[in-house]
């Protein structure tokens, strides 16, 4: 669009001064597509920076926080103050920006480094163990081969015996008559107490006055498939 058209679009203005301004949202449209493509700044804006849709958002929040006319010397005028401000940054920037964020933001070892995808994972997994009981845990395990890969991988180190599908995939049987009443009341509290609490009980050095009765109901439990 050239200048002789754009004095034809409806709504195009001209002030005291001789300045080209738009009078209605369709006007301000095409004032801004002329500034963008014939204007030297508004040439550059595009060349540059027109890449990063934030950019001309920053443009627009300007123009209506402090209620400017759409013209082409505001236009200019704001461009040129947001850039020289630093708020206006091409679309490398604004990744690399982003990345940088992301990476102070990500959850960090002992030391201080980022944690990668698979520690980040492993990470939320210990949580989720820690905040659901074992019913919950063998539901995602069910549903999620990752979870249960870290339900496998806790077991194995702490010396279950039993089939991992006992633990993890297996569908319950129901108790028969002759499940002692201790037992059933055993699996009742098993299945609603968090997984990594369950790790703590069966551990020598968690439970040291307890573990051996809590292992052995344990191992009786999963003997009869009830849990």
Not at 13 to 41: C, F, M, Q, T
Not at 181 to 192: G, N, Q, S
Request: aromatic share 10%.
């Amino acid at each position: 669009m050239n200048a002789e058209e754009l004095k034809k679009i409806p709504g195009i203005r001209w002030d005291a001064a001789g300045n080209i301004y738009a009078d209605g949202s369709e006007a301000e449209k095409h004032l801004v597509k002329y500034w963008l493509n014939e204007g030297e700044l508004g040439q550059e804006f595009s060349e540059k920076y027109n890449g990063n849709p934030d950019n001309m958002s920053a443009m627009i929040d300007q123009f209506e926080l402090h209620n400017y006319k759409v013209s082409l010397r505001n236009l200019d005028w704001v461009y040129v103050q947001l850039r020289n401000a630093g708020k206006i940054i091409t679309a490398e920037a604004a990744e690399a920006a982003a990345r940088a964020q992301a990476q102070a933001a990500a959850p960090k070892d002992k030391h201080g480094r980022p944690l990668t995808e698979a520690q980040q994972r492993w990470s939320e997994y210990r949580v989720f163990s820690e905040t659901h009981n074992m019913d919950e845990c063998r539901a995602r395990a069910r549903r999620d081969e990752g979870y249960a890969s870290f339900m496998r991988t806790n077991y194995q180190r702490e010396g279950v015996q039993h089939s991992e599908g006992t633990v993890l995939n297996g569908s319950r049987e129901a108790p028969t008559t002759d499940t002692p009443a201790d037992l059933l009341a055993w699996v009742r509290e098993y299945l609603t107490t968090p997984a990594d609490q369950v790790r703590k009980l069966r551990r020598t050095d968690t439970n040291p006055l307890g573990f051996q009765e809590y292992n052995r109901m344990f191992e009786l439990a999963a003997a009869k498939n009830l849990i």
